[in-house]
T-cell receptor, first 117, second 116 residues
Framework: GAVVSQHPSRVICKSGTSVKIECRSLDFQATTMFWYRQFPKQSLMLMATSNEGSKATYEQGVEKDKFLINHASLTLSTLTVTSAHPEDSSFYIC?????????????FGEGSWLTVV | AQSVTQLGSHVSVSEGALVLLRCNYSSSVPPYLFWYVQYPNQGLQLLLKYTSAATLVKGINGFEAEFKKSETSFHLTKPSAHMSDAAEYFCAVSAAIYNQGGKLIFGQGTELSVKP
């Protein structure tokens, strides 16, 4: 079946640095991917919709200059957390929509743990 | 606009007992509805989804859910709980618009505990 892969699964970075998380659709082309953030013991919050070849659409309250999203190919979207701070520490999950299906077939990545120290 | 409300942040059942996790949704367009399970420190696993076909949807691991438009509900059930069912469960809604959907709005989650 379709697989969405995220890398890295865990990353620790120093405060003030930037870190990139990749989301890949391994056996289908995903014109649209989504990025979510999940704090411990909380639900998933949609951050942005990533569209191949165009700018991402950010949800209200999400800083687009801090969370840079690039969807340069049909199988890869990246989320870059710029000038990371400890409060950015979270679980980041991506999903990709398989456009081959007639319905909304969504596949989630395994998630990436970010710890900012 | 769409939203999901999961009633009860924590549900505890005995092994072998009925599992009922409640989900109510709000949507201005026809919805697709999903239930996901998340084990500690892991990603999401799709249990089942409603995509405007049969209103009673059967999923993996013996779970099922029924879409009730009149009640705007999509409750998740399992006849007999197993210890391995202990996890966090999320209900989610998206717009049922071909080629435009996929943006999921999640409920707050319900933690299911199973007592021996």
């Amino acid at each position: 079946g379709a697989v969405v892969s995220q890398h890295p699964s865990r990353v620790i970075c120093k405060s003030g640095t930037s870190v990139k998380i990749e989301c890949r659709s391994l056996d289908f082309q995903a014109t649209t991917m989504f990025w979510y953030r999940q704090f411990p013991k909380q639900s998933l919050m949609l951050m942005a919709t990533s569209n191949e070849g165009s700018k991402a659409t950010y949800e209200q309250g999400v800083e687009k200059d801090k969370f840079l999203i690039n969807h340069a190919s049909l199988t890869l979207s990246t989320l870059t957390v710029t000038s990371a701070h400890p409060e950015d520490s979270s679980f980041y999950i991506c999903s990709a929509r398989d456009g081959r299906s007639s319905g909304n077939t969504i596949y989630f990545g395994e998630g990436s743990w970010l710890t900012v120290v | 606009a769409q939203s999901v409300t999961q009633l009860g942040s924590h549900v505890s059942v005995s092994e072998g007992a009925l599992v009922l996790l409640r989900c109510n949704y709000s949507s201005s367009v026809p919805p697709y509805l999903f239930w996901y399970v998340q084990y500690p420190n892991q990603g999401l696993q799709l249990l089942l989804k409603y995509t405007s076909a049969a209103t009673l949807v059967k999923g993996i691991n013996g779970f099922e859910a029924e879409f009730k438009k009149s009640e705007t509900s999509f409750h998740l059930t399992k006849p007999s709980a197993h210890m391995s069912d202990a996890a966090e469960y999320f209900c989610a809604v998206s717009a049922a618009i071909y080629n435009q959907g996929g943006k999921l709005i999640f409920g707050q989650g319900t933690e299911l505990s199973v007592k021996p």
